[in-house]
């Protein structure tokens, strides 16, 4: 099994930042791929953004040129810094971590989650 550890998560006004971190421990040689998905009330979740252990990335259209994901091999940690937030991006982010075998990594049901960490960005 792997374990993942958010935090990071809070509340900020909107044009704010946050950085989440995420990090595995247990069987990490089970995953090559991590990433952040998050879900919004009344809404179906989403992936945020992903990234290989090689570095390949993958993100969200509604977040791209404003947030970037970055991991750090060593400490089997995921980082989400989040830039010009907006009350749209107010959601539950979970980070995610599993097994790719293409150049891109998009979580599934079955991959490792965390428990979550609630963002929220006031207008």
């Known amino acids: 099994q792997v374990q993942l550890v958010e935090s990071g998560g809070g509340w900020v006004q909107g044009g704010g930042s946050l950085r989440l971190s995420c990090t595995a421990s247990g069987s990490i040689f089970r995953i090559n791929a991590m990433g952040w998905s998050r879900q919004a009330p009344g809404k179906q979740r989403e992936l945020v953004a992903s990234?290989?252990?090689?570095?390949?990335?993958t993100y969200a259209d509604s977040v791209k040129d404003r947030f970037s994901i970055s991991i750090d091999n060593a400490k089997n940690t995921v980082y989400l810094q989040m830039n010009s937030l907006k009350p749209e991006d107010t959601a539950v982010y979970y980070c995610n971590a599993g097994v790719t075998y293409g150049s891109t990594y998009t979580p599934r049901e079955y991959d490792y989650w965390g428990q979550g960490t609630q963002v929220t960005v006031s207008s």
């Open positions: 990234i290989t252990r090689g570095g390949r990335t």
